[in-house]
């Protein structure tokens, strides 16, 4: 790819990418030839995908995968963030307030946007750093500016809460860039519903979120049983971690993964996975396959999604007698390990 020469021009070492997807972030660092370059992520999928395009293209960088970008040192001379055209708002303040904090006195930012006439950087670079300055003229737009004296850290996250029937309502922390921010998805709240989960049992939560699914059903299954959160999303799992002490849930573990290959196999009573609604069909079939490896003779396996012809195809090779529970708009696949 070849950088806008607003970039180009105030790129210096050390240097910062935040986010991007595996394919925009590896091919910047091809472009950018700076020496020192650090690519930070949220998501060890999408980490383990970015090393692969760096190898690729022979690039070099150091992929650091974080629950918060300003768990970096403030070393940097320069961040770049490839704002994607989509995306979550929030998130993307998110990711320039702690941008804020890695850069060095008179470091760097730089954002670049695909969208037209951008109404988010100028007003937010402003607020945050004191001024932006931006090329507009072509596409796509560059805003920057610099850091000049010390801000207080300001995180963004949401409380909420939840209750199942009229069971006690629970509190759940959320953060951007983690499913279901600022409220319970509907389909995670039938899939509680919906799911059985006795005293004792041992639950996996297979992508899991800010945790509202394993919490839930580490209440039901009490200190002898246990929970696991698995998610490739460590702000994630750092949720999950945080709002299962919050409320009350003594008995779990978290692992940050992409495949969850770690996990021993017949291990879980339980599975409840909830993969992502409008992801590649190949994300769903390697959840159903994984639950059903860690799935204990007689255990239990729970999937919630909206797509429910092609979910049934995928759910209908691993599990060859399954069933289908609608509530509240969402397709609950259900079956139970007899082999």
């Known amino acids: 790819m070849s950088l806008p020469l607003a970039v180009v021009r105030r790129l210096r070492s050390p240097l910062a ?36 395009e760096l190898t690729a293209r022979a690039a070099r960088a150091e992929v ?149 699914n394993g919490i839930f059903a580490g209440r039901t299954c009490g200190p002898d049983g246990h929970v696991t959160f698995v998610d490739s999303n460590v702000r994630a799992l750092a949720l999950a971690e945080h709002n299962a002490t919050l409320n009350g849930v003594t008995s779990f573990d978290v692992l940050a993964s992409a495949t969850a290959e770690e996990l021993p196999a017949r291990s879980f009573d339980v599975a409840l996975a909830n993969p992502p609604y409008y992801a590649n069909l190949d994300i769903a079939r390697d959840f159903v396959e994984r639950c059903r490896r860690v799935l204990k003779m007689g255990g239990r396996f729970y999937l919630v999604s909206r797509r429910i012809d092609e979910i049934s195809a995928v759910v209908g090779e691993v599990f060859a007698d399954h069933q289908i529970l609608m509530r509240r708009g969402y397709g609950i696949f259900f079956a139970d390990v007899s082999d």
């Open 17 to 52: 990418i935040v986010l991007g997807s595996p394919r925009e972030a590896a091919e910047m660092v091809a472009a950018c030839k700076i020496p020192d370059t650090t690519c930070y992520q949220m998501d060890v999928y999408q980490a383990g995908r970015l090393r692969e």
């Open 64 to 212: 650091v995968v974080l629950s918060d970008l300003w768990e970096l040192p403030a070393r940097f001379q320069c961040a770049l963030y490839p704002s994607p055209r989509g995306g979550e708002r929030e998130l993307k303040i998110d990711m320039v307030e702690q941008a804020y904090h890695v850069l060095e006195g008179k470091g760097t930012f730089l954002a670049i946007s695909e969208v037209e006439r951008d109404q988010l950087y100028p007003n937010l670079l402003k607020k945050i750093f004191g001024r932006v300055r931006a090329d507009t003229q072509s596409q796509p737009n560059v805003f920057w500016t610099e850091r000049t004296k010390e801000r207080p850290r300001r995180r963004h996250e949401v409380l909420f809460h939840a209750r199942i029937g009229e069971g006690e309502s629970l509190r759940f922390l959320s953060r951007p860039g983690v499913f279901s921010y600022g409220r319970m998805d509907e389909g995670a709240r039938a899939l509680v519903e919906v799911a059985e989960i006795r005293p004792g049992d041992h639950v996996l939560d297979l992508g899991c979120g800010c945790g509202t």
